[in-house]
């Protein structure tokens, strides 16, 4: 059964301290995504990648907020220095995206919790 | 840029039928989706339009009038495990098929 796969599920840090989730997407996926999800904000696309190149990240803090693919078979986003602000859950989704079409599907989840 | 508007909270009866309602302004609209998402899990798919008109699938149908920037997710014969939250997404043309999410509307069944 095909899914997405993130880790940690859950990751309780102090403020300053760096923090890197992991995603492995659906093998044969071109397509990845880092969402942020809160109360407040909903689920908020923060960087997707193409075959592993970069498309946007325009939805990342750049100071503090790095997401790479080293291989097509993982996903990082970085938090460094972490901040109590940043406390949310972390999706990571994967899609066989062509000529804009595909759905998307989501892994559980990494809750993080910035003390 | 988006804008996605659907109901914050709705409670409704099991067994009952209840609409949930989404409407969007786009610039270059692309498709629009329906995730159901249980408390502390993962946002699944349940329906995908870009045609106007209603798509079904069991229980649950969706319909779009691209004209209107309208969209409803309709929930048949409900089911205590229905309550979830229900979020609406748009993807639009040539933005590498991201989906921008509404906030979700939180739908209670009651007995």
């Known amino acids: 059964d095909a899914r997405v796969t993130q880790t940690p599920r859950h990751k309780v840090t102090e403020m300053g301290q760096e923090v890197t989730m992991r995603c492995q997407p659906i093998l044969g996926h071109n397509t990845v995504f880092w969402y942020r999800q809160t109360m407040m904000q909903g689920l908020e696309l923060l960087a997707y990648f193409r075959n592993r190149a970069p498309l946007d990240d325009s939805g990342m803090p750049k100071d503090r907020f790095s997401a790479e693919m080293p291989d097509a078979t993982l996903a990082t986003l970085k938090i460094q220095p972490s901040e109590p602000r940043d406390s949310a859950v972390y999706f990571c989704a994967s899609g066989f995206i062509t000529g804009d079409t595909g759905e998307l599907f989501f892994g559980e989840g990494s809750r993080l919790t910035v003390l | 840029g988006q804008n996605i508007d659907q109901p914050t909270e709705m409670t409704a009866t099991e067994g009952a039928i209840v609409q949930i309602n989404c409407t969007y302004q786009t610039s270059g609209f692309n498709g629009l989706f329906w995730y159901q998402q249980h408390a502390g899990e993962a946002p699944t798919f349940l329906s995908y339009n870009v045609l106007d008109g209603l798509e079904e699938k069991g229980r649950f149908s969706s319909f779009l009038s691209r004209s209107k920037g309208y969209s409803y997710l309709l929930l048949k014969e409900l089911q205590m495990k229905d309550s979830a939250s229900y979020l609406c997404?748009?993807?639009?043309?040539?933005?590498?098929?991201?989906?921008?999410f509404g906030q979700g509307t939180e739908l209670s069944v009651k007995p």
């Open positions: 997404a748009v993807r639009e043309y040539n933005q590498g098929g991201k989906l921008i």
